[in-house]
């Protein structure tokens, strides 16, 4: 059977009963779609009338919040899927609701087949039903020219759903404000405006279910707060985040998608309160189990500022039970960041380099670890080229900027034997951009010659890769000298804490060499693979090796000789 790109899946069987069959319906359903499935509910809703089936409103009560959570946190396993349950028809139990919308509601991404959980009486592909569903889908969302409609039963599941409801509730997905027990069956109440606030980074189902949640209780308008700048700071991986923008950019879209009778406003988040600190309009606040207290704090701050609280939905987190070591056992963006290491971000160079030899430039900010990478690698069978051991025989009496460096700057840069003092030359053009000009146009090129005379020793050895260890790589512009760049990470505190406990400096002194240089979010900008060595040596190995093995799939075969 044919795969589609987007797809719409239209739920009719009651929710309780329903439940214990997702798994399956979604198995099957990610079968036929490989990018975004829209979910609509309609539970109750028959295919095998003579008349036109019609969109009505499913109440939002907890048992519905409860399914979209158990939906969302199904959908995980299908990692190429972006699931967007739809809820233009899930209404809270208000008086100043509007009535459904009696137009079609656009897709960011119009689906190109309609599925559903419908059971036919003999289970067949019964093709009245399937028109019906082409119909009911086509008034309700814009649907590609050519929709195609499958009867997912019995594809998912055989014999009969039970008649009544199992009576095994969902797991709650809103922790109850007070310790009084709530029915499923209790309605939702609706506001007129309210917000939510996160990082947003690669927005996945726990997201979803967060502003899944906001969106059915806020009625007219949803503040959605997007953390930036100082609040990413304490993020780990901060270089691996996707820019303001983009995550703006998916969050609107996805929001748009499941209900756009709601105005958002989409906002950068700077302070730990944001606008809901602030705004005496807003009467919500959706926050997850590990906001919760954020969530509090932001009340004690309106009341100091006389103004109302907000009532406070506790979402709980979704479990990750595929989490690896040193990654969080929910599902969270932090995981995604760490699963990124070692692989390829963007399409390599193509330099003009010896036949037969892959390089790799490695580099990253003082105390990152990449010359332990480096050794690493080594030990995988790369042949490592180490700059600063190329800048020591440039350096050395007789080397090739030796002379040129004197002459520049002049003979008292030199111990009495005649070796240049590299901590007098460093204090020379240490904060002096011009002096440093002068010398890095000696020296770089002069290293970027002895690297390239390194490289055909490796290839004269048989190597297949080659590893520059760099930390100056892309300051020295020797980007046209590697395929690659690969760059390592680690926050900038625990850099200062390893250059303070190997060079014996000041920790004003290691701030001050790491200013000197670009800083991590600069480098990986420029990179095609990234690591860190935050974690123990054995993460780090795997790291590596997994890089590395992702470098053999993907370097052209090598002859076997030069």
């Not at 396993?77 to 809820?87: A, E, F, M, P, T």
């Not at 309605?187 to 059915?216: E, M, Q, W």
Request: hydrophobic residues 40%; neutral net charge; contains cysteine.
């Amino acid at each position: 059977m044919a795969v589609f790109r987007s797809g719409l899946l239209v739920l009719t069987t009651p929710l309780a009963s329903l439940a214990p069959r997702l798994a399956p319906i979604l198995t099957s359903a990610a079968r036929l779609v490989n990018d975004t499935l829209y979910v609509h509910l309609q539970p109750g809703m028959s295919l095998e009338g003579p008349a036109q089936p019609q969109s009505s409103p499913v109440q939002a009560t907890f048992e519905v919040l409860d399914f979209i959570t158990h939906l969302y946190a199904g959908a995980k396993v299908h990692r190429h899927l972006d699931v967007r349950i739809l809820l233009t028809n899930v209404r809270t139990k208000s008086a100043f609701l509007p009535p459904l919308p009696s137009s079609v509601q656009n897709l960011a991404h119009p689906p190109e087949v309609v599925l559903t959980d419908f059971q036919t009486l003999d289970g067949s592909q019964y093709n009245p039903v399937k028109q019906q569903l082409e119909r009911y889908a086509t008034s309700c969302y814009s649907c590609c020219p050519q929709l195609a409609s499958v009867l997912l039963y019995p594809d998912y599941g055989s014999g009969e759903l039970p008649v009544e409801p199992l009576d095994v509730p969902l797991p709650s997905t809103i922790r109850p404000a007070s310790p009084v027990a709530r029915s499923p069956k209790q309605p939702v109440r609706g506001y007129h405006r309210g917000a939510v606030g996160g990082t947003f980074d690669r927005l996945h189902n726990a997201h979803k279910v967060l502003l899944s949640v906001a969106c059915i209780l806020a009625q007219e308008q949803l503040v959605v707060g997007v953390a930036d700048k100082d609040l990413l700071k304490s993020k780990l991986l901060p270089e691996l985040l996707q820019p303001y923008a983009e995550r703006v950019a998916h969050l609107s879209e996805f929001l748009v998608d499941i209900k756009p009778s709601l105005t958002f406003d989409i906002i950068p988040l700077l302070d730990p309160y944001g606008p809901a600190g602030s705004d005496p309009s807003l009467e919500f606040l959706v926050v997850s189990e590990e906001t919760y207290r954020g969530g509090m704090a932001v009340n004690r701050f309106r009341l100091e500022n006389g103004l109302e609280e907000l009532a406070l939905y506790q979402i709980q987190l979704l479990k990750d039970p595929s989490h690896k070591e040193n990654e969080e056992d929910k599902v969270s963006s932090s995981s995604f960041r760490q699963r990124m290491l070692g692989n390829l971000l963007r399409p390599p160079y193509r330099p003009e380099l010896p036949a037969h030899l892959y390089v790799i430039g490695l580099t990253g900010i003082s105390g990152s670890g990449k010359s332990s990478i480096a050794q690493r690698l080594k030990g995988l069978g790369a042949f490592v080229i180490d700059s600063d051991h190329l800048g020591h025989r440039a350096y050395a009496p007789g080397g090739p900027a030796y002379q040129p460096v004197v002459e520049a700057f002049g003979t008292d840069i030199l111990h009495k034997d005649g070796i240049i003092n590299r901590k007098v030359l460093g204090s020379r053009v240490f904060g002096n951009k011009k002096q440093l000009k002068k010398l890095t146009d000696i020296v770089w090129p002069v290293i970027a010659k002895l690297a390239r005379e390194e490289m055909d020793q490796a290839v004269a050895e048989g190597k297949h890769v080659c590893v520059i260890d760099a930390a100056m790589l892309l300051e020295a512009g020797w980007q046209n000298m590697v395929h690659e760049v690969w760059t390592v990470v680690i926050p900038e505190t625990e850099a200062i804490r390893r250059i303070v406990e190997r060079d014996g400096l000041s920790e004003s002194a290691a701030q001050s060499r790491l200013q000197s240089q670009m800083s991590g979010q600069q480098l990986v900008d420029q990179s095609h693979v990234v690591l860190s060595t935050l974690w123990e040596p054995h993460v780090t190995q795997l790291q590596v090796e997994k890089a590395w093995d992702l470098l053999q799939k993907r370097i052209p075969k090598m002859p076997s000789g030069p």
